[in-house]
T-cell receptor, first 117, second 116 residues
């Protein structure tokens, strides 16, 4: 149980284009999903918290107009990197959390490697 | 703001031996959660073990156990009978118990190498 998928696993795009990354909870409903960014050999940095049916909460320094997050259903959140540039190249990881009870654990997707040429 | 510190960038251990990874954290909260996550070369983050701060008993999951020292704000991970599959980056993480503040704060990680 508690499986989270991400699609695509890898994407290469040209500078100036937009890229959408999907995060799905496969066997549970996720009221909250989180988007992280991980640079090579570094830790995970939280970008934003996504709650189903409401606007995402972005961490300080993260441009909300550049990293658009939509949590359209209890099993799907999307991250769109708009007008991507080479400095946006990174590993993006989502996680999902169930609601209620002692559900304090986040389950992570396998990540998406974005390369912007 | 909470911070998590992992002072060992790299550790190595002989297969079948025991290794302890260190983690300290800083918080003014009295109730919170602590986690150890493993990130193998596949980059998939895998939950290893979790600890609720209000519980005095140290969490244990098979070969993995923690030494949780609340007063010292220390949360170390002990891996017994190390196996080749344990080779990975290990991240310590903190989470507030406050509803609505559920984000994880990660340490910088410890790369664990298993020597056959």
């Amino acid at each position: 149980g508690a499986v989270v998928s991400q699609h695509p696993s890898r994407v290469i795009c040209k500078s100036g284009t937009s890229v959408k990354i999907e995060c799905r909870s496969l066997d549970f409903q996720a009221t909250t999903m989180f988007w992280y960014r991980q640079f090579p050999k570094q830790s995970l940095m939280l970008m934003a918290t996504s709650n189903e049916g409401s606007k995402a909460t972005y961490e300080q320094g993260v441009e909300k107009d550049k990293f658009l997050i939509n949590h359209a259903s209890l099993t799907l959140s999307t991250l769109t990197v708009t007008s991507a540039h080479p400095e946006d190249s990174s590993f993006y990881i989502c996680s999902a959390k169930t609601s209620g009870g002692s559900t304090d654990t986040q389950y992570f997707g396998p990540g998406t490697r974005l390369t912007v040429l | 703001a909470q911070t998590v510190t992992q002072s060992q960038p790299e550790m190595s251990v002989q297969e079948a031996e025991t290794v302890t990874l260190s983690c300290t954290y800083d918080t003014s909260e009295s109730d919170y959660y602590l986690f150890w996550y493993k990130q193998p070369p596949s980059r998939q983050m895998i939950l290893v073990i979790r600890q609720e701060a209000y519980k005095q008993q140290n969490a244990t999951e098979n070969r993995f156990s923690v030494n949780f020292q609340k007063a010292a704000k220390s949360f170390s991970l002990k891996i017994s009978d190390s196996q080749l599959g344990d080779a990975a980056m290990y991240f310590c993480a903190y989470r507030s118990s406050d509803f609505g503040n559920e984000k994880l704060t990660f340490g910088t990680g410890t790369r664990l190498t298993i020597i056959p």
